[in-house]
């Protein structure tokens, strides 16, 4: 009798546990486990430079603390005396560049993993890790952004603080989905989202809550201030027991570089802190707001997108960009690890990257407008997603993410071009069918009634929903040669009589 395999659900916790551990034992926090792939790329350096960077952060702020006065009275004067002396003026410079070098490795080091695929192979909680490990990086930065206590740094922290209150807020183009006279133009679809976290925020006013707990009250002042330092000082130190612990467990080397390197690095960094010391900008002003507001380079990008969506679709948008790209990987299926070989992904990954190029320069340039500027991004997503599509393809001849893209396309784009357009200008009439637009466009359509109808942004749907159809038409085709052209190889193997 031959066994069968069946699905046992009191198996799931001893598998779900066996499947961590197997990926618990392939972590690799800081590249420690690749050295000898450094001979090979020195892009895996990247996580020796991070942990090296790390360092240095961790002793010039350890001096820096020494000096620093965390109160709202003296924080601008303390931090301006010590850019006036010169040790101080490079220790603030080696602190703030040992920063952003950190973040710069870190994210070059996401990219590569990105690239090559090195969540694959149980490297799914390394990959974790990665962007764990940017996220700390880039929230450390932020955190200790407000201890300047100069203009930029108040009111970018301002920005960043009043973030969370949007979720409690109804986004100004929310609507139930059967409540079509209150749909207004965007360019995005997500209202089930909204639809959750209103609820949920009307229960537990998480937004607010998170706000609160951030600013220590509604403002930005001293407990701000304290919050902050403290956070800055957590970060840290919960990032190097963490590391230490798994170090000293596995017995491994913490940098693993060559000392012509460490030492090009550290000189590198005096330098820059020499020829372009950390400015200190003017004391914070909570009753003049500076325009533009700025935050770090590393959230530059983010800002921009704060100016092109509702806050709350940004908010929701920044929260969720960590776990969409964890989530992507899961999608990775397939041996190939090469980028090349992973034509879709590829895309996404250099799509990203021009985006927080591009949008980090606009915000500099203060170039935004919300009503023309998104269908351009958009665009550029739809674009480059297709290019991956159809690269993809091109390779392996998979009907079903093809499929999937091209109905997805064409299903969003009509219902952007039927739907998302229509607003009833007619009060009369658009009260007569308690404020549904559809209802009043099919007594249009049918019954001759008259309704004014504003269809914005029409010229880009109409340009969407002609691409989707010409996707569609143009997948289809591929289909049939493909169809074609398995059943000429398939009658080619067959015998000559069977053929006749």
């Not at 603030?92 to 952003?100: A, I, L, N, T, V």
């Amino acid at each position: 009798m031959v066994a069968t395999n069946t699905f046992d659900p009191r198996q799931l916790p001893a598998q779900a546990y066996n499947w961590v551990m197997e990926r618990v034992q392939k972590i690799d926090l800081f590249d420690e486990t690749k050295v000898d792939l450094q001979s090979e790329s020195p892009w895996y350096q990247l996580g020796g430079l991070y942990y090296l960077c790390w360092v240095l952060v961790l002793i010039s702020g350890v001096i820096l603390v020494s000096l620093y006065l965390p109160t709202t009275a003296q924080a601008y004067n303390s931090v301006d005396l010590l850019s006036h002396n010169a040790l101080g003026s490079i220790l603030r410079g080696m602190h703030k560049y040992s920063g952003d070098a950190m973040i710069i490795a870190a994210t070059l080091r996401v990219y590569r993993m990105w690239f090559t695929a090195e969540y694959k192979n149980k490297g799914e909680l390394t990959f974790i890790l990665g962007i764990l490990l940017l996220v700390i990086a880039m929230y450390s930065g932020l955190s200790g952004y407000l201890l300047i206590w100069n203009q930029r740094a108040f009111w970018a922290t301002k920005v960043f603080a009043t973030f969370p209150t949007y979720l409690d807020i109804t986004p100004a183009n929310w609507a139930w989905p059967w409540d079509f006279a209150n749909y207004k133009n965007s360019w995005l679809i997500p209202n089930m989202i909204g639809a959750v976290t209103q609820l949920v925020g009307n229960i537990t006013h998480q937004g607010f809550s998170t706000s609160q707990i951030l600013m220590g009250g509604s403002s930005i002042g001293q407990a701000t201030m304290t919050r902050f330092y403290s956070l800055h000082f957590a970060l840290s130190l919960i990032l190097l027991v963490v590391s230490e612990i798994y170090f000293y467990k596995n017995r491994l080397k913490r940098i693993n570089l060559k000392k012509p390197l460490v030492i090009l690095v550290i000189a590198m960094l005096v330098f820059t802190a020499i020829i372009f010391p950390a400015e200190s900008g003017t004391r914070a002003n909570p009753e003049v707001t500076p325009l533009p507001i700025l935050s770090d380079w590393y959230f530059l990008a983010l800002y921009q997108l704060l100016k092109y969506m509702d806050p709350y679709w940004a908010t929701i948008w920044t929260l969720g960009i960590p776990f969409v790209t964890i989530g992507l990987t899961f999608l990775d299926f397939g041996p190939e690890r090469n980028w090349l070989k992973r034509p879709l992904f590829t895309t996404i990954g250099i799509m990203a990257a021009i985006e927080f190029v591009v949008f980090s320069m606009l915000i500099i340039a203060n170039m935004a407008n919300i009503e023309t500027d998104p269908p351009y991004w958009f665009a550029h997503l739809i674009g480059m997603i297709t290019i991956g599509q159809f690269w993809h393809w091109a390779m392996y001849k998979q009907r079903l993410p093809m499929t999937v893209w091209v109905l997805f396309n064409l299903v969003t784009s009509t219902f952007y071009l039927i739907f998302w357009h229509l607003v009833v200008e007619n009060t009369k009439l658009a009260g007569a069918f308690g404020g549904h637009s559809l209802e009043a466009w099919f007594a249009m359509m049918f019954q001759g009634a008259s309704v004014t109808i504003n269809f914005s942004n029409l010229y880009w749907s109409l340009l969407w929903f002609g691409f989707a159809v010409v996707q569609m038409l143009v997948a289809g085709f591929l289909f049939w040669i493909d169809r074609a052209q398995r059943e000429a190889r398939l009658g080619a193997l067959q015998p000559e009589g069977v053929r006749a």
